[in-house]
Every structure is written in C-alpha cells, then in structure tokens.
Nanobody, 116 residues
Framework: QVQLVESGGGLVQPGGSLRLSCAAS????????MGWYRQAPGKQRELVAV???????NYAESVKGRFTISRDNAKNTVYLQMNSLKPEDTAVYSC??????????WGQGTQVTVSS
C-alpha cells in the first residue's frame, strides 16, 4: 500500500514562511491531481491548492499570492511553499493525490501553527 508522508509543519511567527513536502512511498499510477487541504479546529476541511497533471494550479482565494504549490516528478513529491503566513493559516495540512479513476491517497497531516 503506497503511503503519502508529509513533513515541514511547525510553529512560525506571523509573516514567516514554511515549506511543506508530501512524498509517496511508492509509485502511484494515473495521478490526476495533487493537492493540499487544511482543517482548522471547529472548521470544515478546505482545499488550499491543487496542481493538475498538465501543471496548471488553483488556489483558495485566501492564500493566493502567498502560497505556491509545485511538484518534483523525479522525487515523487509535491510541495507547498507558504509565505507571509497569518494566524488564520493555523491548521492541520494534509496532502491528497487523486487518480483519474477517483481513488484518493491521503497523508497523515502536519500541524502548522502561526503565532507570536
């Protein structure tokens, strides 16, 4: 069973930066999208950013201009560069890879806390 392993979360001050990584433990065939979701306490999970097979990207309005999603196919890894972090970005961030036949793979989640 292929697993997604996330890293890079932590505590950062407002205005700071973090880079999250999500690596697959093996090969997943037929990947259509790779994305990052987040869930804050008491809130629903929301899509933060997604990168499609062709390279196009989409972002939540709240993170546009601050977050960048990218991937390294050779390393089987997707990244989320987060700049100008705000307290409202505090959440558990999870990566999701979805295949063309709608099978989802999820990471275990990594905590991001933005606080002074």
């Amino acid at each position: 069973q292929v697993q997604l392993v996330e890293s890079g979360g932590g505590l950062v001050q407002p205005g700071g930066s973090l880079r999250l990584s999500c690596a697959a433990s093996g090969v997943i065939s037929g990947i259509n999208t790779m994305g990052w979701y987040r869930q804050a306490p008491g809130k629903q999970r929301e899509l933060v950013a997604v990168i499609h097979t062709g390279g196009s990207t989409n972002y939540a309005e709240s993170v546009k201009g601050r977050f960048t999603i990218s991937r390294d196919n050779a390393k089987n890894t997707v990244y989320l560069q987060m700049n100008s972090l705000k307290p409202e970005d505090t959440a558990v961030y999870s990566c999701n890879w979805r295949t063309y036949w709608y099978r989802d793979y999820w990471g275990q989640g990594t905590q991001v806390t933005v606080s002074s």
